[in-house]
């Protein structure tokens, strides 16, 4: 079991190609089935980054390969585009 300030602390990296996404900004919630839709990360290499505000995307639960101690790996194949949700 884990809290969600944990995983916030975690860096999203695509196993894909390596590439280090960012980190945990919001979680998406589907209240009627209770579960994690979606993981919304910020892009690390945001101006605002620091400030939690900045480019963003969402990274569907089901992408998600591993939740370890200090990453959470998820396999995107197309490219992430961060100008898909605004923070």
């Given at each position: ?46 101006k605002s980054y620091l400030l939690s505000r900045g480019e963003a995307c969402a990274v569907s639960w089901n992408n998600i390969i591993k939740i370890g101690h200090d ?17």
């Amino acid at each position: 079991m884990f809290k969600i300030s944990d995983m916030m602390e975690k860096e999203v990296v695509n196993v894909n190609n390596g590439k280090k996404l960012g980190f945990i900004n919001d979680i998406e919630f589907d209240m009627g089935e209770g579960r994690i839709k979606s993981l919304i990360i910020v892009n690390e290499g945001s101006k605002s980054y620091l400030l939690s505000r900045g480019e963003a995307c969402a990274v569907s639960w089901n992408n998600i390969i591993k939740i370890g101690h200090d990453m959470i790996l998820v396999k995107i194949d197309q490219q992430v585009d961060f100008n898909d949700i605004d923070i």
